[in-house]
């Protein structure tokens, strides 16, 4: 079925953009006009505004707790069994696109019981991975969404806003993977057209982030798309979980390129970081030093001479990977001779002798105040060859 | 020479219009005051807590009822009168009449990677008629000339999906200029865009079924020209023929099988093959294994699997002869393929066969792996007959 899927190659991406833009066709809830109730009693302003306003808190908790109830029931494992679905699962599973195409018009032009049942027609596939991949990778089946998202525009972004909205909770979804995939390439070419839309897909980055950053990388290319800096707190939950360590190195390099404020965050990471995410505090670390290095003068030897064994001798190892004075020999001879593995001893060197030179010859010089035999006996050898080549030069 | 006015087009004029006479009426109300805000807040979470409740209602019933589905109902798919493209693929002028500035303004869209400024210039030569068609034309032999920008347009993501637009929205004015392009560089097939045609185009012309008659024409006789030429695109070839619902002649597919000699090139004929699924296709695929088992290996693999798959005539035969064989290389190869697919557990006892044959354990090995992957249920009828299995070294292997 996916042998199709090679002849697009080039355009790969498009056409899954294209499923994605197809798949993220949701409706926003239709915002009826206000209309006064003629039933209502009237009552004086004053007395009447307190209790207008317990009325409609409670009327939106109510229908927050509604909506939930409705999505969820949207999402849990029966999938639908009416004929909407039926019939979009037929044109899925004989690959027909136009079909496909005429079925899901009719839905996207619909109101929101249509949406519900394409969202419900989306989620089913997803929970038959090998459906969902079929919609968004089959070049006929693509094509038919490309063509509904080209033509209907304003309703393509209503069922996005729809599937947005009714998919938060299912952070690890596929449906979501493709709103990521999307969406920011769909408002980027309608720049302008759907403040709304835009906005509510930030806000949406925004949760995702704190709860978790699930497909976090889909996340960061479409805050890259949309040009858009998330609060730096939102991305701390990830950075504080254990669990997430994959994606803390993702994390790290964003803040990094946030300026004061996410630098004040990676610091305020590395004193608080802790034990059980010391292989981060150390990325976090060459971050700093790399700042440093990049004109933060300073920052750096905060943490070189850090009470923390551990904390120094990580930034003193990305420290040396930045060309450096004679005056920090002491400094590389130090973490020679402190407690770093024979595989450390051996880069650092290999980074003295390409970015610091001077050092590097120091060390050779004086290569007996080295006490890691490893590390000794690397310098002796360069001292031994810089002599021949000496000798046979003279 | 017509200028393309799609209805579609009209239509979406007209949501626009709707849309701007709106927001045209909306500003002229009288602007709520705050009381009448409340009121209305409160009437509008009234409605929705009721539209909520109904459909949640609505969506417990339906679990509850948990009825089958019936059938999908047949669709109702748009009529379309057939759009002759012929004409002007015929009658183009040679490339080069449009003023440089004109050209060099769209290449500087595209090099600026402005998806939708290069869109709006192209519908804009879209709807222009023959003029704006000629400017396109020539915009295209410019991106020839400079195929790193070419890739560089269908290769990102906003600017594909961008170009996208025009060929979904003006049908006949895309047609007619992927036409008139087919046409004037049919001496030159390898261009950066003709790659991207090929891809394309099968799949627009499948979607449009019947609607342009002369561009499918065009396009399988030039996929059947190429493959009689020796083209080694073979599976880009094929692919955009199976597309369009043409088979190129089998004569011609058994000839550039038995002139295969790379894995690509077999790959692409034997997926053609196992489209075809008939009863050509089965004679050529047994002759293939018949003439090449021990040269071909990964090949004939693949042409026993593509039979396996097929539901065409002749197939049970083929297998019937490839696994009762005293050649135990060739049973060995048939019974892999033959249980590639899943199968019922009927099928168990030919299971059970090849596992008491003279076949090596390694083989054997590896199928009783394939049947954990593949075939589960065989596996398991397989384990509760284990006492049927001679050879206490795949007795032991079929049941860990």
Not at chain 2, 29 to 50: C, F, N, T
């Amino acid at each position: 079925m996916h042998e199709r899927c090679d002849r697009f190659k080039t355009i790969g991406a498009i056409f899954t953009a294209a499923a994605l833009l197809a798949l993220t066709a949701g409706s926003c809830s239709r915002k009826t006009p206000p209309s006064a109730s003629p039933s209502q009693e009237e009552a004086s302003p004053a007395a009447k505004e307190p209790a207008e306003t317990a009325e409609l808190e409670q009327l939106r908790v109510r229908a927050a707790a509604l909506e939930a109830q409705l999505a969820s029931l949207a999402d849990k494992n029966t999938p639908p069994a009416d004929d909407a679905s039926a019939v979009l699962m037929g044109h899925l599973d004989n690959l027909n696109g136009p079909g496909m195409y005429t079925a899901m018009e009719k839905r996207l032009l619909g109101e929101e019981k249509d949406h519900r049942e394409l969202l419900q027609f989306f989620i089913a596939c997803d929970q038959e991975h090998e459906k969902i991949l079929t919609l968004t990778h089959d070049s006929r089946l693509v094509f038919a969404m490309l063509r509904l998202v080209a033509l209907y525009p304003g309703e393509t972004a209503a069922l996005c806003a729809y599937m947005i909205r009714n998919t938060r909770e299912q952070t690890g979804s596929f449906v979501r993977r493709e709103i990521y995939n999307f969406l920011p390439v769909f408002l980027n070419y309608h720049r302008g057209k759907y403040p709304e839309l835009r906005r509510l897909l930030k806000e949406d980055i925004v949760f995702q982030l704190q709860k978790g950053g699930d497909y976090l990388y889909k996340l960061m290319l479409a805050m890259r798309d949309l040009q858009f800096r998330p609060p730096v707190d939102s991305m701390l939950p990830i950075l504080y979980s254990e669990e997430k360590r994959s994606l803390h190195g993702a994390v790290l390099s964003h803040l990094a390129s946030r300026g004061d404020e996410g630098l004040q965050a990676i610091l305020k990471f590395v004193e608080e970081g802790g034990d059980g995410l010391q292989q981060s505090v150390s990325q976090a670390l060459k971050h700093i030093v790399d700042l440093d290095a990049a004109g933060r003068k300073g920052l750096a030897l905060r943490f070189v001479e850090h009470q923390e064994p551990a904390i120094r001798k990580a930034a003193t190892f990305y420290y040396f990977g930045h060309p450096r004075e004679p005056a920090d020999f002491e400094r590389a001879l130090g973490y020679l001779n402190s407690e770093v593995t024979v595989a450390q001893q051996t880069l650092i060197i290999g980074k003295l002798k390409r970015n610091s030179p001077a050092i590097y010859q120091q060390l050779i010089k004086e290569s007996g105040k080295v006490r890691a035999e490893k590390a000794k006996a690397i310098l002796e050898k360069a001292a031994a060859r810089a002599k021949k080549e000496a000798g046979n030069e003279g | 020479m017509r200028v393309e006015k799609p209805d579609r087009i009209r239509a979406l004029s007209a949501a626009g219009l709707l849309a701007l006479a709106l927001a045209a009426a909306f500003p002229a109300a009288p602007m709520p005051s705050a009381r009448a805000r409340g009121d209305g807040e409160l009437q509008r979470l009234k409605d929705r807590i009721r539209s909520l409740e109904e459909a949640i209602a609505a969506e417990q019933a339906k679990r509850a009822g948990a009825v089958s589905p019936s059938p999908p109902p047949a669709v109702e798919e748009e009529v379309r009168e057939s759009f002759h493209t012929s004409p002007w693929a015929q009658a183009e002028k040679p490339p080069g009449s449009t003023p440089k500035e004109t050209i060099d303004g769209l290449l500087a869209l595209a090099v600026k990677g402005d998806g939708s400024g290069l869109v709006a210039a192209i519908q804009k030569q879209l709807a222009a008629g023959d003029k704006g068609h000629e400017v396109l034309q020539d915009f295209l032999h410019a991106l020839d000339k400079d195929p790193s920008l070419a890739k560089r347009l269908v290769g990102r993501y906003d600017l594909a999906f961008a170009l996208l637009h025009p060929a979904m929205l003006q049908e006949e004015g895309w047609a007619r200029m992927a036409h008139s392009y087919l046409s004037a560089t049919r001496k030159t097939t390898r261009t950066v865009l003709r790659g991207y045609l090929y891809s394309f185009l099968p799949v627009f012309l499948e979607f449009h079924r019947g609607r342009f008659p002369d561009l499918e024409e065009a396009l399988t006789a030039e996929i059947l020209q190429l493959v009689q030429g020796g083209d080694k695109r073979l599976r880009l070839l094929f692919s955009a023929a199976e597309s369009l619902g043409y088979f190129l002649p089998i004569d011609l597919v058994e000839k550039r099988l038995a002139q295969a000699t790379d894995f690509q090139a077999h790959s692409a004929l034997l997926l053609h093959l196992g489209a075809r699924d008939d009863k050509d296709a089965v004679r050529v695929l047994k002759q293939f294994v018949s003439q090449n088992i021990r040269r071909y290996g990964g090949a004939v693999s693949q042409a026993l699997v593509t039979l396996a798959k097929m539901s065409a005539p002749g197939v049970e035969q083929v297998f019937r002869e490839l696994t009762w064989t005293k050649d135990a290389f060739t049973y060995s190869k048939a019974i892999r393929a033959y249980f590639a697919i899943p199968r019922h557990e009927g099928f168990a006892p030919e299971a059970r066969r090849y596992l008491n044959s003279r076949v090596g354990f390694p083989e054997k090995r590896l199928f009783i792996n394939q049947l954990r992957r593949v075939n589960p249920g065989i596996l398991d009828e397989l384990r509760q007959l284990a006492e049927q299995i001679t050879s206490d070294e795949v007795r032991e292997f079929l049941l860990k």
